[in-house]
């Protein structure tokens, strides 16, 4: 079974809509991890934010902001006013109490001029 | 910043030949990891390390070997490369303490094409 799941497998918007990525993850640890990592089109995976399981406070980080529900184990992300820039594959992740990550399968993110 | 550097960012090999894909690291992580990305299946997991002389399989290991004798550097090696492995190698590090998982630092990348 997907420990984590993206439903969103493309993703269009217009350049300065707001778009939030969906991520529902599965574990049964109490202490995880969980992040989400941007792909553009050069290809290298950027790191974009960690957060561990006993911090359910949402962050916000200029237009990117996350939601962090334990109750429906899920961690979304929302862009605000969109840019051209923010075309890419998002990835979200989990980390357990072991070494190993789970990724999801990615959301394709089309900001569209 | 933190740096991983792959070998190569494409890469033609034959079938049958034994491929080489090096990473290092320049931020003394312990755990370092391969994956390969293929279009709608995300990032798989070929195999990790979480430290010098240490392996663990991860859910695509057959075909591949790794190798890790030194902290910043960790090899895959495909004995014989077969045209299913063409795809995209990740190369990623990541620093652990008892305090958990850190976020993975991920290479540019090696685009294998096997013919």
């Known amino acids: 079974a997907q420990k984590v799941t993206q439903a969103q497998t493309e993703i269009s918007v217009v350049e300065k809509e707001d778009v939030t990525l969906d991520c529902v993850y599965e574990?049964?640890?109490?202490?995880?991890?969980l992040f989400w990592y941007k792909q553009p089109p050069s290809g290298e995976l950027v790191f974009l934010i960690r957060?561990?399981?006993?911090?359910?406070q949402n962050e916000i980080s200029g237009r990117y902001s996350w939601n962090f529900q334990k109750s429906t184990s899920s961690f979304n992300f929302t862009i605000t006013a969109s840019q051209v820039v923010d075309s890419a594959v998002y990835f979200c992740?989990?980390?357990?109490?072991?070494?190993?990550?789970?990724f999801g399968t990615g959301t394709s993110l089309t900001v569209i001029p | 910043d933190v740096k991983v550097t792959q070998s190569s960012r494409y890469l033609v090999k034959r079938t049958g030949e034994k491929v080489f894909l090096e990473c290092v690291q320049d931020?003394?992580?312990?755990?370092m990891f391969w994956y390969r990305q293929d279009p709608g299946l995300g990032l798989r997991l070929i195999y990790f390390s979480y430290d010098v002389k240490m392996k663990e399989k991860g859910d695509i290991p057959e075909g591949y070997s790794v190798s890790r004798e030194k902290k910043e550097r960790f090899s895959l090696i495909l004995e014989s490369a077969s045209t299913n492995q063409t795809s995209m190698y990740l190369c990623?590090?990541?620093?652990?303490?008892?305090?958990?998982?850190?976020?993975?630092?991920f290479g540019p990348g090696t685009r294998l094409t096997v013919t």
């Open positions: 574990t049964r640890d109490t202490t995880y991890y």
């Open positions: 931020m003394d992580h312990e755990n």
């Open positions: 992740a989990l980390s357990e109490g072991g070494n190993q990550f789970y």
């Open positions: 957060r561990n399981s006993f911090d359910e």
């Open positions: 990623a590090s990541s620093l652990y303490t008892l305090g958990g998982n850190y976020e993975q630092y």
